[in-house]
């Protein structure tokens, strides 16, 4: 039993693998799932960071130019509304932090080029995406106050009306195993890298309860970060007939 449990995980892992051939084309579907951490901090509002679990699907088109190296164009496109999760931290430095959650309301466009190259059934990509992103954020902030005993507290809430337009690029190199279901249809399970920067292009902010006046047009960084995900692809190689596929059958 323990020989025939060994020959089926040899099997698994190193089930080979017939690759498409220079001018096959490829439709795909990427799944992706990493946790994000991002830090903030503005004149208006106490220092601190949120939390947001992303989670994407992405279809994509590719096409092989040798035996063994695809490109391709991912796109997505999109409106969603998103909840993150605040921590203001306490300005004495100690005692409790406060945690809060706001919820945003945005558009979205991203396209990405890729290029991938495989070997036996391995394989490593490279992507370059960009992201233009329309946001509608209705938010409160928490305001410290000093007790009569010394400690910070929370009392009361700023409101700010955000509406902003961001551009976000970023770079994903990625190392992955190839499973063939068929000749036709196969899973692509990898573990990547990613390198974040965005910028907010313009922004707009109207406050209430606040000695802050409406701010426009600012440019900032809103994002520098690097972040390692899962993903998951399900590819379909539909050889070298692919407007017989998209167009007769």
Do not use: C
């Not at 060994?6 to 990493?34: A, E, P, R, V």
């Not at 992103?133 to 700010?160: A, E, K, Q």
């Amino acid at each position: 039993m323990k020989k025939l449990i060994g020959t089926i995980l040899f099997s698994i892992l190193f089930i080979t693998t017939s690759f498409s051939q220079k001018g096959d084309f490829t439709l795909g579907l990427d799944y992706s799932q990493n946790n994000q951490n991002y830090i903030y901090g503005y004149d208006y509002y106490p220092y601190g960071y949120y939390y947001t679990p992303n989670i994407n699907f992405q279809p994509r088109i590719g096409y092989f130019i040798s035996d063994n190296i695809e490109i391709g164009l991912g796109y997505k496109s999109g409106d969603n509304e998103i909840e993150r999760t605040y921590i203001a931290y306490n300005p004495s430095g100690i005692g409790e932090n406060y945690n809060y959650s706001n919820k945003s309301n945005y558009s979205y466009n991203t396209y990405s080029p890729y290029l991938k190259y495989y070997k036996n059934n391995m394989f490593i990509s490279a992507r370059f995406s960009i992201s233009e992103t329309n946001n509608m954020d209705n938010n409160n902030y928490p305001i410290w106050t000093l007790d009569s005993n010394g400690v910070y507290m929370v009392t009361s809430f700023d409101n700010y009306e955000y509406k902003y337009n961001s551009k976000t690029t970023t770079t994903e190199i990625s190392v992955g195993y190839v499973l063939s279901y068929n000749d036709k249809i196969f899973f692509e399970p990898s573990f990547s890298v990613r390198k974040e920067i965005g910028e907010v292009e313009s922004i707009n902010i109207t406050t209430t309860n606040s000695e802050n006046p409406v701010v426009t047009e600012i440019i900032s960084p809103i994002t520098d970060a690097t972040h390692f995900r899962l993903n998951l692809s399900v590819s379909i190689r539909l050889g070298n007939n692919f407007f017989y596929y998209i167009f007769i059958n």
